[in-house]
Nanobody, 123 residues
Framework: QLVESGGGLVQFGGSLKLSCAAS????????IGWFRQAPGKEREEVAC????????DYADSVKGRFTISRDDAKNTVYLEMNSLKPDDTAVYYC??????????????????WGQGTQVTVSS
C-alpha cells in the first residue's frame, strides 16, 4: 500500500513537502515515482527515485524546484517542492511497478498508487 500526504494550499513561491508512506514492501527495493494530475489535463510524471538513492529523474517542468528523496528507516519517499507555481496545482500520487528502475510510463503498469494528496497553489 502507498499512502500520500502533505498536500495543502500554498501561495505562489511557497513550499510543501509531500510524503509517500509504503507498507507491505520496502521502499529501498523498488523504484518509486511521483506523478500529478490536474482537472482536465493528462497525468504528468514529476519525479522518480531508483533503488540507488543517487539515481533520480525529474520532469523538465520541476527541475531545480522539486527534490525527491527517501528515508529507508521510515519506509517513506518524499517530494520536496519549492518555488511553487499555480501550474503545479494538481493531485499528486506516488506509484511503483515494483521494478528497480524509473521507466515511465511503465511505473503505471500495476496501477499501484495511493489515494493522492491535493496541492493547490494560489497566485
Amino acid at each position: 500500500q502507498l499512502v500520500e500526504s502533505g498536500g495543502g494550499l500554498v501561495q505562489f513561491g511557497g513550499s510543501l513537502k509531500l510524503s509517500c508512506a509504503a507498507s507491505g514492501f520496502s521502499v529501498d527495493s523498488v523504484a518509486i515515482g511521483w506523478f500529478r494530475q490536474a482537472p482536465g489535463k493528462e497525468r504528468e510524471e514529476v519525479a522518480c527515485i531508483e533503488t540507488r538513492k543517487d539515481v533520480t529523474d525529474y520532469a523538465d517542468s520541476v527541475k531545480g524546484r522539486f527534490t525527491i528523496s527517501r528515508d529507508d528507516a521510515k519506509n517513506t519517499v518524499y517530494l520536496e517542492m519549492n518555488s511553487l507555481k499555480p501550474d503545479d496545482t494538481a493531485v499528486y500520487y506516488c506509484v511503483t511497478d515494483f521494478g528497480t528502475f524509473c521507466r515511465w510510463p511503465g511505473l503505471y503498469d500495476f496501477n499501484f498508487w495511493g489515494q493522492g494528496t491535493q496541492v493547490t497553489v494560489s497566485s
